[in-house]
Antibody
Framework: EVQLVESGGGLVKPGGSLRLSCVVS????????MNWVRQAPGKGLEWISS????????YYASSVKGRFTISRDNARTSVYLEMNSLRDEDTAVYYC?????????WGRGTLVTVSS | QSALAQPASVSGSPGQSITISCTGTSSDVGSHDHVSWYQQYPGKAPKLMIY???NRPSGISNRFSGSKSGNTASLTISGLQAEDEADYYC??????????FGGGTKLTVL
């Protein structure tokens, strides 16, 4: 069974930090780009970051560049998102998704709430 | 980063066909064939329905089809069924190695 399981979400104050994790099982991981996509409550999807299979290339949406850092550990089939200087507008469900131009596998998401 | 333009809502009766448009620019939809479509039910993760403009992943019904002309991509659902009622999002590769989603379209089956 294919599983992408996100964790690490929660309630954090503005300016705070969180680290999200996504563990992948049941499907190839090493050779694929991984992504984080978020969805604010009642809003649409927003791609925020991707990392190439060997971690050489990392890309970010302008809305998170300089504040968020993506990384991965192929040995643990995991991808991470370090989020700093969080803002109210970062409140969203954060999904990890495999591949780049075809996001064929998604996790169920983890909710991040930024509020004082 | 402005989202790709999609109609906020579309509707159709069972058995009918509907088309959802997705309009971008020459930097995304117009210059790449990496356009994909996702179906999302409330509270659930998105599901890939179409990739690279018109390709269906294994297991996706052939009632779903995709196309592109210029800066506009389209998703057509034929033989509409009640279970097709969901939100649909287009997504395109954009120059400089980013992805851009559409604002989403709510499909109502009457």
């Amino acid at each position: 069974e294919v599983q992408l399981v996100e964790s690490g979400g929660g309630l954090v104050k503005p300016g705070g930090s969180l680290r999200l994790s996504c563990v992948v099982s049941g499907v190839a991981f090493d050779n694929y780009t991984m992504n984080w996509v978020r969805q604010a409550p009642g809003k649409g999807l927003e791609w925020i970051s991707s990392i190439s299979s060997g971690s050489t290339y990392k890309y970010y949406a302008s809305s998170v560049k300089g504040r968020f850092t993506i990384s991965r550990d192929n040995a643990r089939t995991s991808v991470y998102l370090e989020m700093n200087s969080l803002r109210d507008e970062d409140t969203a469900v954060y999904y990890c998704a495999r591949d780049f131009t075809r996001l064929g596998y998604w996790g169920r998401g983890t909710l991040v709430t930024v509020s004082s | 980063q402005s989202a790709l333009a999609q109609p906020a809502s579309v509707s159709g009766s069972p058995g009918q066909s509907i088309t959802i448009s997705c309009t971008g620019t020459s930097s995304d939809v117009g210059s790449h064939d990496h356009v994909s479509w996702y179906q999302q039910y409330p509270g659930k993760a998105p599901k890939l329905m179409i990739y690279d403009v018109s390709n269906r992943p294994s297991g996706i019904s052939n009632r779903f089809s995709g196309s592109k002309s210029g800066n506009t991509a389209s998703l057509t659902i034929s033989g509409l069924q009640a279970e097709d009622e969901a939100d649909y999002y287009c997504c395109s590769y954009r120059s400089t190695y980013t992805l851009i989603f559409g604002g989403g379209t709510k499909l109502t089956v009457l």
